[in-house]
């Protein structure tokens, strides 16, 4: 399976992007997919995720209200829109996918077995 994600770039603050992660495998019987951010010096955090069958949404407390998670079953595509984006949010962007119903908690990098390579998402001041 490879996870192919797209859609960063250089945009100023406060300013919006949007970025895709498409899977090569269909994504009907998937359970989950996720991003995660990892800024220079900094270690890989959890962003956002969705329950795939579901549709629940989840998100790190200090995105919520500027970042929204949704997802395409039809184009196995997940999308992260991010708005009134700031320097902090400067980061490689990396989306993940679970195909286990029962793989621990959404927030967990632990829980995913698929990642994508990437992508830069630079915020300037």
């Known amino acids: 399976v490879q996870l192919q994600a797209s859609g960063g770039g250089l945009v100023q603050a406060g300013g919006s992007l949007r970025l895709s992660c498409e899977a090569s495998?269909?994504?009907?019987?998937?359970?989950?997919m996720g991003w995660f951010r990892q800024a220079p010096g900094k270690e890989r955090e959890f962003v956002a995720a969705?329950?795939?069958?579901?549709?629940?949404?989840y998100y790190a407390d200090s995105l919520k209200g500027r970042f929204t998670v949704s997802g395409d079953n039809a184009k196995n595509t997940m999308y992260l829109q991010m708005n009134s984006l700031k320097p902090e949010d400067t980061a490689v962007y990396y989306c993940?996918?679970?195909?286990?119903?029962?793989?621990?908690?959404?927030?967990?990098?632990?829980?995913?077995?698929?990642w994508g390579q990437g992508t830069l998402v630079t915020v300037s001041s």
């Open positions: 993940a996918a679970s195909w286990r119903q029962y793989s621990g908690s959404y927030y967990d990098s632990a829980s995913y077995d698929y």
């Open positions: 495998r269909r994504t009907f019987s998937m359970y989950r």
């Open positions: 969705i329950s795939w069958r579901g549709g629940t949404t």
